[in-house]
């Protein structure tokens, strides 16, 4: 990964794999009239994507434990583990 960074040892497939979703995501959100909800999603993707450019994404914001594989391709702005997340 560029600049050394890891990520919870996922690869950088799935690391570039979240950044375009979570882009993809940003541009769709952009096109949306503006609502509190909107606001508060584009926020959850821009702070995912700071920490995937941190290093520090997929590591749960509570526990600091891995995220997990199948949850963040599913949500890929997780924040927290399915533990902390209950």
Do not use: N
């Not at 497939?13 to 769709?28: F, P, Q, S």
């Not at 952009?30 to 909107?38: E, L, N, T």
């Not at 590591?59 to 997340?85: E, M, T």
């Amino acid at each position: 990964m560029a600049g050394g960074k890891h990520h919870v040892g996922y690869g950088t497939g799935m690391t570039a794999d979240a950044r375009r979703a979570l882009v993809a995501r940003r541009e769709t959100l952009r096109q949306q009239p503006v609502s509190d909800a909107v606001t508060m999603e584009l926020r959850e993707v821009d702070e995912a994507l700071a920490r995937i450019d941190g290093g520090t994404w997929g590591r749960c914001l509570q526990c600091g434990g891995a995220i997990g594989r199948d949850r963040l391709r599913a949500v890929p702005d997780a924040k927290f583990c399915v533990s902390c997340g209950r």
